[in-house]
T-cell receptor, first 116, second 111 residues
Framework: AQTVTQSQPEMSVQEAETVTLSCTYD???????LFWYKQPPSRQMILVIR??????QNATENRFSVNFQKAAKSFSLKISDSQLGDTAMYFC?????????????FGKGTKLSVKP | DTAVSQTPKYLVTQMGNDKSIKCEQN?????MYWYKQDSKKFLKIMFS???????INETVPNRFSPKSPDKAHLNLHINSLELGDSAVYFC??????????FGPGTRLTVT
């Protein structure tokens, strides 16, 4: 069975600074996807970024980028130029590639506070 | 032009009642899901469903049942509600094997 671990329950960062959220996972699969989802106080789950395991290049979406280390089973999220609107819970998630069961397996989340 | 919608957003009910939460997606996706988020914010899959198969997480009590009238809808029906069912329930959809898009969630409170 796959597991996802986020070791930082809470983090804070000053506005405009950079912060990195950690995520490790355990799987015997070779093909899979990894995601970061954001859940602001509004409760909505928002996809931030995705990474295919077969791609060596790290995914980037504007101020958000990942450091994907497949051998180490590590998938950290870097937020540059943090903004107040980045305040949210961040969830790392794993999904097996292919098949009909595309269930997401989530970590327990990291609560990020961006301070003015 | 909401992608994944759920109704109601809030639901307060008494123990023992039966309730349903509706979910609709207009993304043309072929797979839909229900997740439960507990009071500690932990998200766990309950069901995944496409037009071929229903996959149930074995830890889900059989008081919970998904019902899909068509590909765009996957409703969640709960019988004999218990205090421990209080949580936020999220519907999601995807093309099979791709990233999932979530609805706004339904906060269920059982008193």
């Amino acid at each position: 069975a796959q597991t996802v671990t986020q070791s930082q329950p809470e983090m804070s960062v000053q506005e405009a600074e950079t912060v990195t959220l950690s995520c490790t996972y355990d799987t015997s699969e070779n093909n899979y996807y990894l995601f970061w989802y954001k859940q602001p106080p509004s409760r909505q789950m928002i996809l931030v970024i995705r990474q295919e395991a077969y791609k060596q290049q790290n995914a980037t979406e504007n101020r958000f980028s990942v450091n994907f280390q497949k051998a180490a089973k590590s998938f950290s999220l870097k937020i540059s130029d943090s903004q107040l609107g980045d305040t949210a819970m961040y969830f790392c998630a794993f999904m097996k590639y292919g098949g009909s069961q595309g269930n997401l397996i989530f970590g327990k989340g990291t609560k990020l506070s961006v301070k003015p | 032009d909401t992608a994944v919608s759920q109704t109601p957003k809030y639901l307060v009910t008494q123990m023992g009642n039966d309730k349903s939460i509706k979910c609709e997606q207009n993304l043309g996706h072929d797979t839909m899901y229900w997740y439960k988020q507990d009071s500690k914010k932990f998200l766990k899959i309950m069901f995944s469903y496409n037009n071929k198969e229903l996959i149930i997480n074995e830890t889900v009590p059989n008081r919970f049942s998904p019902k899909s009238p068509d590909k765009a809808h996957l409703n969640l029906h709960i019988n004999s509600l218990e205090l421990g069912d209080s949580a936020v329930y999220f519907c999601a959809s995807s093309r099979q094997g791709y990233e999932q898009y979530f609805g706004p969630g339904t906060r269920l409170t059982v008193t």
